[in-house]
């Protein structure tokens, strides 16, 4: 595809149930990350893989999150026993190994946790 | 530490400059950037600055960087309307991108 592709768009959930959220990075892009975007808190860090390095988790808030990247390419984030704090935008982006390319965002996930 | 710091709302004329600032607090940082957010988008890349560089101009964009006091402006001549979006300054450590809160730029008619 041209650019970075997330799904779902929207998802809206109960509070304790599990949800699974899926990035498609631009082919040929060994980086991917994943930020989480709350109302007022800026774009939050939340993992980062690099080809078929060990992934920087360093971010994760909890251990109710988790991230896999499968084959070096579609990556999903797994958010256990959802909690209303949850509540927020996921945005993807991947990019080269290049130092200086660009991070290329998807649209994001907005994830509404009742 | 990783922080970056940029003011949470700016209003500019229409036509007139807008000038967003941001700090940083890590001087190893190689590359600053600034991102550019439409409602409901993701982000979009507009410019970025390598370290060593004091200016870039890129058509209506002015980056500049005041690596001593770790200090980050993006200046945007002639605001138009199509500008009114909020912009993130990110600063790359190793290979984390970390990202301030963003600036929303109002454009008053």
């Known amino acids: 595809g041209a650019g970075v592709s997330q799904s779902p768009s929207n998802k809206v959930t109960e509070k304790g149930k599990d949800v699974e959220l899926r990035c498609d990075p631009i082919?040929?892009?060994?980086?991917l990350y994943w930020y989480r975007q709350s109302l007022g808190q800026g774009l939050e860090f939340l993992i980062y893989?690099?080809?078929?390095?060990?992934?920087?988790k360093s971010g994760l808030p909890s251990d109710r999150f988790s991230a896999e990247r499968t084959g070096g390419s579609v990556s999903t984030l797994t958010i256990q026993r959802t909690q209303q704090e949850d509540s927020a935008v996921y945005l993807c982006?991947?990019?080269?190994?290049?130092?200086?390319?660009?991070?290329?965002f998807g649209n994001g996930t907005r994830l509404t946790v009742t | 530490g990783e922080d970056v710091e940029q003011s949470l709302f700016l209003s500019v004329r229409e036509g007139d400059s807008s000038v967003i600032n941001c700090t940083y607090t890590?001087?190893?940082?190689?590359?600053l950037y600034w991102y550019k957010q439409e409602p409901g988008a993701g982000l979009q890349l507009l410019t970025y600055?390598?370290?060593?560089?004091d200016m870039k101009q890129d058509q209506r964009l002015t980056v500049l960087l005041n690596k001593k006091d770790k200090h980050l402006s993006l200046r945007i001549a002639d605001t138009q309307t199509g500008d009114s979006a909020i912009y993130f300054c990110?600063?790359?450590?190793?290979?984390?991108?970390?990202f301030g809160k963003g600036t929303r730029l109002h454009i008053l008619p």
């Open positions: 982006a991947s990019k080269t190994g290049s130092d200086n390319s660009p991070l290329h």
């Open positions: 082919s040929g892009h060994t980086a």
């Open positions: 893989f690099q080809g078929n390095s060990a992934p920087d």
């Open positions: 890590d001087s190893s940082s190689t590359y």
């Open positions: 600055i390598f370290s060593n560089m």
């Open positions: 990110a600063e790359s450590l190793d290979d984390k991108i970390i």
